[in-house]
């Protein structure tokens, strides 16, 4: 085994595996496989493990799945494994996950019928896929009637669609479709409206062909092919169809729940109608061919209207009312038919009720008689050679006569249809080519399988043979075109089965020879059968349990066919005397339907049966007349020889295959049976297909394409400049066996599996190389995240801190000033609290103390006196105790002493007894003595102190003493006082027990009042923190209401704005609606006025020029404008005969159109006379008053008129002396002061200059007076001339005296008037330029405030540094400027003065010249007067000019040819003023105006509008010319708006541009002409762009990589391969880009107004996001990520254009929204919920069905992106539902935004235009 298998069947590989249910189940390797293992360990997608075991002879491994990425493809063919199970899983996953009914595989449209509308069918999706290759969008039945139509034209060669499918499949559908595709895209050769009657064959076709079966409400029950003819210009001219078995077997019997042909059960249910009340006709139920199905109702489908879209149909192919009712009769005599009951007679023959009510009503209806009919349905006519005898029939054998009958009318009927369905669609014009749309019947097997299948069934083994070959045929020229070794593909060729067939001896030989046989049976074919081909074809089988059966093996299946019924069914016997009874009808329809019954060469395949589906029906061939005896060609052969003129005519065109697919049995939306598609895609040929692509090399790839998606698996060192080389080099490596892969010349070609090979090589190298990414992004990505974290909290933590240290700042202050209020509130409170007590405690206090002292005193007073008492008392006691002690006590000593001395003297008496005693007594005796003196002295000292003392205290004692006494002297009088006093305490005690009374009361009271304030606090408190909560509610309920007021009000603003809004949008919808609708009508009158000139040009060409010529488009003439004279109505209406005498023959339609159109036309011309004669009458009767008035005020005039002159002559006079004094003070001082300002000559020719200034007010009104009555007398005489009296202006004019005198002065006045109208326009002049120069001083006053302004809000914002240093900057740079204006000023004054000296040199010099020449010549007074000032004259007439051309009335042929046919815009848009041919026929204009020549300005405008239409005619696909003339076209609309006189349009014109204002026509209408006209080239603008820019914007905007390596690309398949147009070279955004940029620099260049060049812009913008978008929804490879960001790209780069234009506000940005929406819809996520709901968001310019397809379509280019699952798409739409959108798709891009002409007036004087020699207008005359 090779190592690219080893490689694919490892772990985590899935595989395909087959399953009873679903068919094939995908099944994931969960262990490698090795070589050598006899089963595989697998795990289903449910999480099932199982064991799978090869097939131990084969060791075929299973198939396996494709990569992801591939799934889903627009082309089978495009998969890496073409197998089965890969076909079968893709078709489902486009069919149920992405909603996509159609898919090709290879060269074959499968299409699967969805059993739901879609709308993919619309005019906008055939636009789309008009012109497309194939292979570039999405598939659908419209690219391969795109790829069909194109092909027919490039290769002229006939085209075939073959549409195959069973039952229910779409094939009707299908074909419908197409051939609608045919009729919208190519039109019409000519108005007959072909393309409609070829839609309209369809209603009918359906109603006689169509049924109702158990698989398909409106199954086709046979087979059509329908050729649609073509001219050489490539527009249908009409049509050609043939059919092919005819189910008549429906027509007697239908199957349960399925009914007969749609048009019996429309007549029943139509039976109420008035006009069917002869037809005898009531409810379905009541007829036996039409209940037999039960059901005679589909639901959903009204009988009734169908049968009047039938009739419609019926009417526009030609079929008259009473052919209707003729066809209705047979139809409803059928149903008649067989109701008629036959009964029983005896065992041998039948008979029929004599008054039988269905019989009855079939012969009134049919016009056969009741007696012929009844014989010959129960009796049969037998011949032999010598008689003719008549059998009765049984009622079996007479009720399957009626049955035959009853089939063969409908078939004969069915067969008249078609002709004349054939005789209506066939034209007269010859047919150059057609495409053929074959709609039959596929494979089919039954239960039960008889003789129709087998015609079926053969029908399909020869078109399988056809599909083989060609598909063979295809496969072989791709190989030898790239130059690859052709080695012979091993493909079923299923030519045996069709020569046991066909063949000599085959099936239908012995079936036709059995029929041949007297006693030929259905056993005894079968046993011819046997015998014949049993042994010898391998193809033909015999069943086991049956001798009447046989199989055959199909190409698709086998298939057992019972022999029951093919013998009858083959002969399709009818009673030829029930025939002849119907041609001797008196119903004229009847007898036309069997009057071909002799001569038709294949009779319409009739197959009598009962049950079954039989159809069996061939159309007639004309061509060929046969005898009677070919008129018995069985039914086998008929078809056979049908089959093979089919086949001949397939193999002479080139065939498209279109195969349909019935998903499921029940009618189920989107439910797809895998076990129903597989058996469809077997027999229709689609895996045959992918198996002969398998069995070559089916994947193939460009160079390029390879090296942009295996760029991955090279190395730097591997990549060559040579692309192809590179690959070589790099597959080689890759894949070791060289048998996997070829090199073409162009492509590399891969076998099967390979590419699924490479891609896992570059998967895993991506794999490898993402984690090393994601490895190092996330680590980079978890850093920056950190550190952003990291730098986040230290932020929010420095914040915080902050915050809160603040906070705690705050909150320390706020405590501290709490606590300091606190402290000075309390100290308040207690200072307050304390004073009160204070002074309370004071007076209590000052009371008490008051009586405590007085107690007090009292007290002492007592106790003083108490103590002397004591004292007294004491003292004597004392003295008398202590007299008594001292007594005993000294008595006691005395004792004591007396017994211790006795004690003594006895113990010294001892001690003097010892020497020792008495020498320690001695010893001590000094010491005591020493002792005792010194204790006598000192109390000797303390005696004597104490003796002071005592000396002292006595004294004291004394003075105490007095004291004393008079102290008790004292108080014994304040005892006195206190005895007195005695009594006022006790009061005052009274009155202190009353007041502790009142205290204790006052207390008791204040603490009641306490507590009452202490209650009253709380509750205060309470109330007031209840106050404060209801406050704060209030507050809170009145912020609320604040709130919701503003909310409201805010609301009320924005929905009164919305509201305001909404309703101007809508009035700008409205005005742009109606602005669409009225262009529309102009380009559809355009449209209509080109086909008339058409028809008018074929009239003439056939009539004058010579057989085959064929007219260019230079040839063409142009129409006439509406507003024209009576000699082109003239001319118009020759051209109009002769174009309805040349298209009468044509057609009727045609011609009625045209002659509507001549009767609109003549009565416009009628209307137009009425007018002009009404006018003509007006100025005859206008001019008569004119007459009668002239002869009254003449002589009054004349009278004026001598006055005037008289008065001339006085100034003529004045004049005269005015000169001579001032050419007498020039030549008195003609020296050097001449010229000076102060001298006397300036002075006179000022004073003179002033008194002309003072007088021309005054005259100027009298000349004009003068000139207007000079021209009236002109005109007058004009008038006279052909009058009888014209001797009295004769004799008028006799009476002037001195007529030279008089011109002489209206000469001089003249030159005096032009000389000072040249002063008062130059003062105007320079007055309007200081004006000018204010204004622009004021100007650059402001904008330098307002830059000062801004300066200064600038400075304000900068540190003080900085705006000190940009306050520097900015003086400096002021004084810079300021300087450098005083300068320019300076030089400018000193180049003004040098020049003024000069012009004053000049003119005193000439001034004294003229002086001198004066003198010198001067003869007398009259050549003073005649002599004119030629250096004043000569400039003065150069600027008289009027800005007025004049030509002549033969030179306007030429001035339209010069100006406008011949003109080349190039040079005129290069070299001269924009708009120069514009301003030169107003100018001519203005000077026809000037002279009140009505004729000539009509002529001139409608000579103008005929040539700018010719030349667009001939030229319209050139951008330049077309933008030449609209941009011409409308400034000629603003001149004759500009100076139109309407005060609306000369806001902004000068005085001398209001000067040259049109005079004497109003010419609004022709304004409105040329409006319109504008509006038509503007159409025409954006069509030319259009064809310029359609090729690039697919090509640049999506499949271009602006963005190189960005988009992947995937495998193509072989639509991509066999595109139908040669690539004509890349576009790429830079094309487009330089496109815009070339149309946006004509447009310039020729002066288009910036306005319309924004429209222009606009229209562009929305061409490109139209075309794209539609594409991209229409191309499933363009929804990727990466397209999505190179769309975005591209339109940023679009936007940048628009940016560097300046364009940016005209709206074209807007146009791209849709786009920019859908590319935001490819990137953004399609997950979760939160995803849905951005999505629904962020889409707003998108429909609910674009994002659904966007959705659908989303295909990943690589395998790490993920699809979009179902359930997400259907959130979305959940989500989307109540959107109130249209349901249309694709944008509409043929819409054109209505366009308007904004007023734009140009600033350019006429009289300033020069026109150039190159112009060739030499014949103009400037006025």
């Not at 009927?413 to 749309?437: C, D, M, P, R, Y």
């Not at 009274?990 to 007041?995: C, V």
Request: net charge positive.
């Amino acid at each position: 085994m090779n190592r690219e298998l080893e490689y694919m069947f490892l772990e985590s590989a899935r595989v395909w595996i087959p399953d009873a249910e679903d068919v094939w189940k995908s099944a994931e390797l969960t262990k490698d496989y090795k070589n050598g293992d006899a089963s595989l360990q697998l795990m289903l997608e449910d999480g099932t493990n199982i064991e799978h075991t090869l097939d131990p002879k084969t060791k075929n491994l299973p198939y396996l799945r494709n990569p992801d990425i591939l799934v889903g493809e627009n082309d089978l063919t495009a998969l890496s494994y073409l197998h089965e199970p890969a076909v079968l899983h893709n078709l489902k996953v486009r069919f149920i996950d992405s909603k996509l009914i159609y898919t090709y595989c290879g060269i074959v449209l499968v299409a699967i019928n969805p059993y739901e509308t879609l709308q993919i069918y619309g005019t906008d999706i055939i636009n789309a896929y008009s012109g497309q290759n194939m292979g570039d969008m999405d598939p659908h039945i419209f690219a391969v009637a795109e790829e069909a139509y194109k092909q027919m034209a490039r290769d002229e060669r006939n085209q075939s669609i073959i549409v195959s499918g069973e039952s229910g499949a779409g094939k009707t559908v299908s074909a419908k479709y197409a051939m609608r595709y045919f009729a919208t895209v190519s039109g019409s050769a000519s108005e007959a409206n072909v393309e409609e009657k070829v839609l309209a064959s369809n209603p009918i076709m359906e109603a006689i062909g169509n049924a109702k079966t158990t698989r398909n409400d409106n199954s086709s029950r046979f087979g059509k092919y329908i050729e649609i003819g073509f001219d050489h210009r490539y527009r249908i001219i009409g049509a050609n169809m043939r059919t092919y078995l005819l189910e008549k077997s429906r027509v007697i019997f239908q199957a349960d729940e399925e009914r007969n042909y749609h048009v019996f059960y429309q007549l029943c249910a139509s039976s109420h109608l008035p006009e069917f009340k002869t037809l005898r006709l009531s409810s379905a139920n009541n007829f036996l061919y039409t209940r037999q199905g039960r059901s005679p109702v589909i639901y959903g489908v009204d009988d009734t209207k169908e049968l009047c879209t039938t009739r419609n149909a019926f009417t526009l192919l030609g079929i008259n009312e009473s052919y209707q009712m003729g066809l209705f009769q047979v139809l409803a005599a059928i149903l008649h038919l067989g109701n008629v009951e036959i009964k029983d007679r005896d065992s041998d023959s039948s008979l029929i009720a004599p008054n039988n009510n269905h019989l009855t009503a079939f012969c009134e209806l049919v016009g056969v008689t009741y007696q012929d009919m009844s014989q010959w349905l129960c009796h049969r006519k037998l011949k032999t050679a010598t008689e003719t005898y008549i059998k009765p029939l049984p009622r079996l054998q007479a009720t399957n006569a009626r049955d035959a009958l009853s089939k063969h009318i409908y078939a004969k009927l069915f067969n008249w249809i078609v002709e004349h369905v054939n005789k209506a669609l066939i034209t007269n014009v010859k047919q150059h080519s057609f495409i053929g749309v074959l709609d039959i019947y596929g494979f089919e097997t039954f239960e039960i399988n008889s003789f129709e299948q087998f015609c079926i069934n053969y029908a399909n083994e020869k078109l399988q043979q056809q599909f083989n070959m060609h598909v063979f045929k295809l496969e072989q020229e791709e190989y030898m075109k790239e130059q690859i070794p052709w080695t012979l593909i091993d493909f079923y060729d299923n030519q045996p089965c069709i020569n046991l067939i066909e063949a000599k001896m085959g099936i239908l030989d012995l079936l036709d020879e059995e029929c041949k046989m007297p006693r030929g049976s259905d056993d005894t074919w079968a046993q011819k059968l046997y015998n014949t081909h049993l042994k010898t074809c391998s193809l033909f089988e015999k069943p086991r349990m049956s001798n009447r059966a046989f199989i055959i093996q199909h190409f698709a299946d086998k298939v057992e066919y019972q022999c029951d019924g093919f013998l009858e069914k083959n002969k399709d016997t009818v009673n030829e005397e029930q025939i002849k009874v119907l041609k001797a009808s008196k119903f004229d329809l009847l007898v036309e339907l069997f009057q071909d019954e002799e001569k038709a060469t294949s009779p319409t395949g009739q197959v009598p049966g009962t049950g079954g589906r039989t159809r069996l029906s061939i159309k007639p061939n004309k061509s060929r007349e046969t005898s009677s005896k070919e008129h018995k060609k069985t039914v086998g052969c008929q078809f056979r020889n049908s089959l093979q003129m089919l086949m001949e005519t397939l193999n002479a065109t080139t065939p498209h295959y279109v195969r349909c697919i019935k998903p499921n049995d029940f009618k189920l939306a989107f439910t797809f049976d895998p076990k129903r598609a597989v058996q469809q895609l077997r027999a229709c040929g689609v895996l045959e297909t992918i198996r002969i692509s398998a069995a070559g090399f089916p994947s193939r790839w460009t160079y390029q394409e390879f090296f942009s998606r295996y760029r991955v698996l090279m190395k730097q060192k591997d990549v060559l400049p040579d692309k192809k080389l590179t690959c070589r080099n790099v597959l080689e490596k890759l894949v070791q066996d060289q048998d996997k892969y070829q090199f073409g010349k162009t492509k590399i070609f891969f076998r099967a599996g390979q590419v699924a090979y490479l891609e896992k090589l570059r998967a895993d190298k991506l794999r490898v190389a993402c984690i090393r990414i994601q490895k190092t992004i996330r680590c980079w990505l978890a850093r920056k995240k950190y550190l952003r974290q990291r730098s986040a909290a230290i932020t929010i933590q420095r914040f915080t801190r902050g915050y809160q240290a603040r906070c705690l700042a705050k909150f320390m202050r706020r405590t501290n000033a709490a606590t300091t209020i606190q402290k000075y509130q309390r100290m308040c409170v207690e200072r307050k609290r304390y004073r009160q007590k204070q002074a309370a405690a004071l007076a209590m206090q000052t009371i008490l103390r008051g009586y405590m002292a007085r107690l007090k005193y009292q007290g002492l007073l007592r106790e003083h006196k108490v103590v002397v008492i004591q004292k007294i008392v004491r003292g004597w006691l004392a003295r008398c105790w202590y007299k008594r002690c001292l007594y005993s006590i000294v008595y006691l000593q005395c004792c004591i002493r007396r017994m211790r001395a006795r004690r003594e003297l006895k113990k010294l008496k001892i001690e003097a007894r010892s020497v020792e005693h008495f020498k320690k007594l001695n010893k001590g005796m000094e010491n005591k003595i020493m002792q005792l003196q010194r204790r006598i002295d000192e109390q000797t000292k303390e005696n004597r102190s104490v003796n002071e003392k005592l000396n002292s205290l006595e004294s004291s004692y004394s003075a105490e003493s007095e004291r004393m006494r008079s102290e008790v002297n004292r108080l014994r009088g304040v005892d006195e006082e206190a005895k007195n006093k005695t009594k006022q305490v006790s009061s005052l005690q009274e009155e202190l027990e009353r007041l502790r009374r009142e205290l204790s009361t006052t207390q008791q009271e204040k603490k009641t009042i306490e507590d009452w304030a202490q209650t009253y606090r709380n509750e205060m408190e309470k109330m007031v923190s209840e106050l404060k909560d209801q406050n704060g509610l209030l507050k809170k309920e009145k912020d609320d209401l604040n709130r919701s007021i503003q909310e409201q009000s805010q609301q009320m603003t924005e929905k009164m704005a919305r509201a305001i809004a909404e309703e101007t949008q809508q009035l700008e919808t409205d005005l742009n609606e109606e602005r669409s609708r009225y262009q529309n009508l102009l380009t559809e009158h355009l449209r209509l006025e080109e086909k008339y000139d058409d028809l008018k040009e074929r009239t003439l060409a056939s009539n004058v020029s010579k057989p085959g010529h064929r007219r260019t488009d230079s040839t063409h003439s142009s129409n006439e404008s509406e507003y024209t004279y009576n000699s082109e109505y003239a001319e118009l209406e020759e051209g109009s005969r002769a174009a309805e005498d040349v298209t009468r023959g044509i057609d009727t339609s045609l011609t009625l159109k045209l002659q509507k159109r001549l009767t609109e036309l003549e009565q416009e011309k009628q209307s137009l006379r009425n007018e002009l004669e009404n006018k003509e009458e007006q100025f005859q009767r206008a001019r008569a008053r004119d007459d009668v008035a002239f002869k009254k005020a003449r002589g009054a005039e004349l009278e004026y008129e001598s006055l005037k002159r008289q008065e001339l002559e006085s100034e003529n006079k004045k004049l005269k002396h005015n000169l001579a004094e001032m050419r007498q003070s020039l030549l008195g001082d003609a020296a050097t002061h001449a010229g000076a300002p102060g001298s006397p000559a300036y002075k006179v020719l000022l004073d003179q200059l002033n008194s002309s200034c003072e007088e021309l007010d005054v005259r100027k009104e009298e000349v004009l007076i003068l000139r207007s009555q000079l021209v009236s007398q002109k005109e007058a005489m004009h008038h006279k001339e052909t009058m009888t009296e014209p001797s009295v202006y004769v004799e008028d004019v006799s009476k002037l005296k001195d007529a030279d005198e008089i011109k002489q002065a209206y000469v001089g006045l003249k030159d005096t008037n032009r000389l000072l109208e040249h002063q008062l326009q130059t003062q105007r002049r320079s007055h309007d330029n200081e004006v000018e120069s204010l204004r622009g001083e004021l100007q650059n006053v402001k904008e330098d405030n307002n830059r000062q302004q801004q300066l200064l809000a600038q400075n304000l914002q900068l540190p003080p540094e900085a705006r000190i240093e940009a306050s520097l900057q900015h003086e400096i740079t002021r004084l810079t400027n300021e300087n450098l204006d005083l300068m320019e000023q300076l030089e400018k004054q000193d180049r003004t003065i040098r020049k003024l000296k000069k012009q004053l040199k000049v003119y005193s010099k000439r001034i004294g010249e003229m002086g001198a020449g004066q003198t010198e010549g001067q003869t007398s007074p009259g050549q003073m007067v005649d002599e004119p000032i030629h250096p004043v004259n000569i400039p003065r007439r150069e600027k008289d000019f009027q800005g007025m051309l004049e030509y002549k009335k033969e030179d306007e042929l030429k001035l339209v040819k010069n100006l406008i046919l011949e003109l080349k815009p190039r040079g005129v848009a290069v070299n001269l003023i924009p708009g120069l041919p514009a301003y030169v026929l107003f100018m001519c204009l203005r000077h026809a105006d000037y002279v009140n020549d009505d004729q000539k300005v009509r002529t001139l405008l409608t000579s103008t509008i005929n040539s700018i239409k010719k030349i667009l005619k001939k030229r319209g696909d050139d951008f330049e010319t077309v933008s030449f003339w609209l941009s011409n076209t409308c400034r000629f609309l603003h001149c004759l708006k500009q100076y139109s006189g309407d005060e609306a349009f000369m806001k902004h014109n000068t005085s001398r541009q209001n000067e040259h204002c049109l005079s004497n026509f109003d010419l609004a209408e022709y304004r409105q002409v040329i409006s319109d006209l504008a509006i038509q080239i503007y159409q025409q603008l954006i069509k030319c762009m259009e064809n310029i820019l359609q090729p690039m914007i697919v090509s640049g905007m999506l499949e271009h990589e602006t963005i190189q390596g960005v988009s992947g690309v995937k495998p193509t398949g072989l639509r991509k391969r066999t595109s139908s147009i040669a690539d004509e070279g890349t576009y790429t955004l830079d094309s487009i880009l330089r496109q815009l940029s070339a149309f946006h620099s004509t447009m310039c260049q020729h002066g288009t107004d910036p306005e319309l060049i924004k429209q222009v812009v606009k229209q562009q913008f929305y061409i490109i996001g139209a075309v794209t978008l539609n594409n991209l929804l229409l191309r499933k490879d363009m929804c990727s990520w990466s397209k999505g960001m190179q769309i975005r790209y591209n339109v940023s780069q679009l936007e940048e254009w628009l940016r560097d234009k300046g364009l940016m506000m005209c709206g074209a940005k807007e146009t791209l929204e849709p786009l920019i929406q859908a590319a935001q819809l490819l990137q953004v996520k399609k997950k979760t919920d939160e995803d849905a709901e951005a999505i629904c968001s962020m889409c707003q310019g998108l429909t609910t069905a674009q994002i659904v397809k966007v959705l659908n379509l989303y295909t990943p280019v690589n395998e790490f992106e993920e699809r979009v699952s179902v359930s997400f798409i259907r959130t979305i739409q959940t989500r989307l539902r109540d959107r109130c959108e249209s349901p249309q798709l694709l944008m509409d891009t043929k819409m054109i935004y209505p366009v308007t002409f904004p007023f734009n007036p140009s600033s350019l004087a006429l009289e300033t235009i020069q026109i150039p020699g190159s112009l060739n207008l030499g014949f103009l005359t400037r006025v």
